[in-house]
């Protein structure tokens, strides 16, 4: 069920409705159903993996909590991290290490035909299963008690906002508002109402405004050639950012219905001043998941330069291989993890936070141009692709004007569309920019009657206006 459907637009009245109607014991039990309709909507027979993956990390717990011996205790969380792992490489890894291994065995002279699974991605299956693997480990550490109520635990698991693409909640922070009782809050609920608003916008005004270019151009790019490729890296960085950051509002505000409040997935990555910053902007919820889980683990910061790097680069590759089955996301995140570490080796301790004014203007557009750049690896097919988009983006370069005109040309863009389109970033950037020392949504809902009725007119019938006429496009991260 996407949320940009009718069905979802039928679907979240409904259980809004029933949720405040039922004494808050029933709740969990609508919230659980919900989650599991929500979800078996796509193929219902998918359902079993998350109720495996429900019922490993539950009885893993339970069972960490009843150990005294540790040796016990770390290979109860030994058999619950293969078992979740296993179900993960199975369905999304499996084909994609069986070719790997083909080619390798093929350069040594021993080709072989890769052995090819053929079914679905299970939609979230990434995202549920960190979940649950948070919540073991951190049942391990003793950071969090075992819990004991597998309805409660289920309902956490699941939980239709953030279910099929994140954020991807911690065990303290959602588990115990699932388990208390919430009273219906007017303003709670306009907020939710005015975030799902704002993610809207950003999936359907802009994200699948764009997303014909970018998809005619990404799906090949042999076709094309000079500013149309370039153009085409630029609204794939905005698409990326407003699909996904759209869905974690969307689910955030949809959690804020329920008296529910999910973490703040997205802070204007694209403002950021260094790679650092960019990474505390960008999907926290994955950002932190890998510094907590993967990083501090290996050693962190508390090892020499070298190590370091190392730690540095290890979590960023396995960060770009969560993303995809595909060589194009490892690079990906290579290249976030090399740059990364010539930042603490050319600028130590600086996060570029403390830059004002032009120096900070400047080192926002270098980091926006690196990220745009690494977005090739991300939205490419193969490297093959990445690198003809590379090696042919400034083909005719030497004539500006007609380089500039020709990318817009080839790409069928009107005249009129980037009008519209350009107000609407403009709304974006503004948002964004403000957003970095204020909730622009509660202060906007702090103005007089007529100001802010005025603002959400506006707004509504601008998205009216600049809906696009193209099919309902599923977001991005659903493939992950």
């Known amino acids: 069920m996407l949320f940009n459907s009718l069905s979802f637009a039928i679907f979240l009245p409904v259980v809004f409705a029933i949720y405040w109607i039922l004494p808050h014991k029933f709740r969990w039990i609508l919230l659980l159903a919900a989650s599991y309709w929500f ?45 979740s792992l296993g179900v993960l490489f199975f369905f999304k890894y499996f084909n994609f290490v069986s070719r790997s291994l083909a080619r390798v065995l093929s350069c040594f002279g021993m080709p072989v035909d890769p052995i090819v699974l053929k079914f679905l991605l299970p939609v979230g299956i990434s995202f549920y299963t960190f979940q649950t693997l948070s919540y073991v480990i951190d049942v391990y550490r003793g950071t969090v008690p075992a819990e004991h109520h597998f309805g409660r635990y289920a309902t956490f698991v699941s939980f239709f906002p953030q279910l099929v693409a994140g954020p991807i909640e911690r065990t303290n922070n959602l588990l115990p508002q699932i388990k208390e009782e919430h009273v219906f809050d007017y303003k709670g609920a306009s907020h939710g109402l005015k975030l799902m608003a704002w ?26 050639q000079g500013f149309a490729l370039v153009l085409a890296t630029l609204l794939f960085t905005l698409q990326i950012y407003c699909d996904f950051s759209g869905y974690s509002e969307i689910a955030k ?81 290579g290249i976030h993890g090399i740059a990364q570490i010539l930042e603490d080796l050319f600028f130590p301790g600086k996060k570029g936070k403390e830059a004002k004014g032009i120096v900070r203007a400047i080192r926002v557009l270098v980091v926006f141009a690196f990220c745009s750049f690494a977005w090739i690896f991300f939205a490419s097919d193969s490297i093959g692709d990445a690198f003809y988009v590379i090696g042919h983006a400034f083909d005719g370069i030497a004539a500006p004007i007609p380089y500039l005109r020709s990318g817009f040309t080839t790409l069928g863009v009107e005249k009129r569309s980037l ?23 509660l202060a906007i809902s702090k ?24 099919k309902t496009q599923e977001f991005i991260y659903f493939q992950f």
């Not at 993996?49 to 150990?67: N, R, W």
């Not at 910053?277 to 960008?282: A, I, K, P, Q, V």
């Not at 508390?302 to 960023?316: D, E, H, I, Q």
């Open 253 to 333: 505000g949809s959690a804020e219905l329920m008296g529910i409040r999910l973490m703040t997935n997205f802070k204007s990555p694209y403002f950021s001043a260094s790679i650092r910053e960019f990474w505390s902007r960008w999907h926290i919820s994955l950002s932190t998941w890998f510094r907590d889980y993967v990083y501090i683990p290996l050693g962190g910061n508390r090892v020499g330069k070298p190590r370091k790097a190392f730690n540095l680069l290890l979590t960023f590759l396995v960060s770009g291989l969560w993303h995809g089955a595909n060589w194009t996301f490892v690079v990906w995140g």
């Open 199 to 224: 993610g809207f916008f950003k999936k359907i005004v802009i994200a699948d405004t764009v997303s014909r270019y970018t998809g005619s151009v990404f799906d090949n790019p042999q076709s094309y």
């Open 419 to 441: 009008f519209f389109f350009t107000i609407s970033l403009g709304m974006l950037l503004l948002f964004d920019l403000r957003s970095m020392k204020t909730d622009v949504i």
């Open 39 to 83: 979800y078996m909507s796509w193929h219902p027979e998918y359902i079993v993996l998350i109720l495996f993956t429900t019922v490993v990390s539950y009885a893993a717990g339970i069972a960490m909590e009843k150990q005294s011996s540790a040796g016990r205790k770390k290979l109860i969380l030994a058999l619950a991290c293969v078992a």
């Open 447 to 470: 103005k007089k009657t007529f100001v802010r009725w005025t603002i959400y007119i506006l707004f509504l019938l601008w998205m009216i206006l600049n809906v696009p006429t193209t």
